[in-house]
């Protein structure tokens, strides 16, 4: 991941619903752990087929991961075990892009599939553009992008 990107975990609806609560704490030193809302979905890769008409398929460096986009930019990933299995769901935005349209069709996507989209601390987003720029723009990522790019601290992408 670069610093350039913000990372969201996706988690089907259901298994949100029922064990958010319980799970939420699988929030560690390590991140988000996704695995338990997955096996109680029991959802197989095919599911995000689709994702092919929003963000070209691409070579993985892992044969267990279904790589859409561009690992260094905007990029959505399917995590999935031996027998293709769903583990994780994830996907980066790279702010330093006019991500936007990207962005929104995901969004689209995940409504349209009854997704749930994590940010980076575990909390659930409502699913409007909006509120994903706000928590983009306002990350360390983007301050620290800003810093290091000598840009006065202004909480927005690179223009």
Known sequence: MGLWQYTF??????????????????FNDMG???EPFWQYTLSE???????????????????NIDLYGDQES????????EVGIIQSVSF??????????????????CMDKSL???????????????HFEEIIYKSSQVKKYNILAGKKDEGFRDT
């Open 9 to 26: 975990q996706i988690l089907s609806k259901d298994s949100c619903d029922k064990l958010y609560n319980v799970y939420n704490s699988a």
């Open 32 to 34: 988000f752990d996704s």
């Open 45 to 63: 890769k095919s599911y995000f087929n689709e994702m092919d008409n929003i963000l070209q398929r691409r070579k993985s460096w892992s044969k």
């Open 74 to 81: 905007n990029c959505f990933e399917i995590l999935y075990n």
């Open 92 to 109: 980066r935005i790279d702010f330093r892009t006019n991500f936007e349209s990207t962005l929104n069709k995901i969004i689209n996507f």
């Open 116 to 130: 749930v989209i994590l940010d980076e601390n575990s909390n659930k987003v409502p699913l409007y553009l909006l």
